[in-house]
């Protein structure tokens, strides 16, 4: 697991983990059952707080992405793929609003934000 921590991001260190850590789950790169770093060698790694790393654990156990068991570790959790796609989804409904938020700051119609990702999607489709 390859986490890069941006000192110049001005996002919080342990929303940086829990953002890296998520995508990686919610890609399906990291399957259920697979076992995280310990909270101290994943900070000893990443040369940060052990508290900060606790703190990003602790906020995926919350999203029900990963379960903890005291002296075993932590595990991505079993979370099924329906709750996994609405994980995907909710992140794809927040970057569809900032693209909203900014073509509304350029002055764009909703018909030219349209035929950009017709354009786009199909571009893309190859």
């Not at 508290?51 to 999203?63: S, V």
């Amino acid at each position: 697991m390859n986490i890069l921590i941006s000192s110049t991001s001005g996002e919080p260190i342990y929303a940086q983990i829990v953002g890296q850590i998520r995508q990686l789950i919610l890609q399906g790169e990291l399957v259920s059952g697979t076992p995280l770093p310990s909270i101290r060698l994943l900070a000893k790694e990443l040369q940060i707080s052990v508290i900060t790393t606790k703190r990003a654990y602790e906020e995926l156990e919350r999203e029900g992405l990963i379960n903890s068991i005291v002296g075993k570790g932590s595990f991505v959790s079993g979370a099924d793929q329906e709750f996994i796609k609405e994980q995907r989804l909710r992140i794809m409904e927040l970057k569809l609003k900032d693209v909203i938020d900014e073509s509304r700051a350029l002055g764009l119609q909703y018909t030219e934000i349209v035929d950009m990702l017709k354009l786009l999607y199909e571009e893309e489709k190859g």
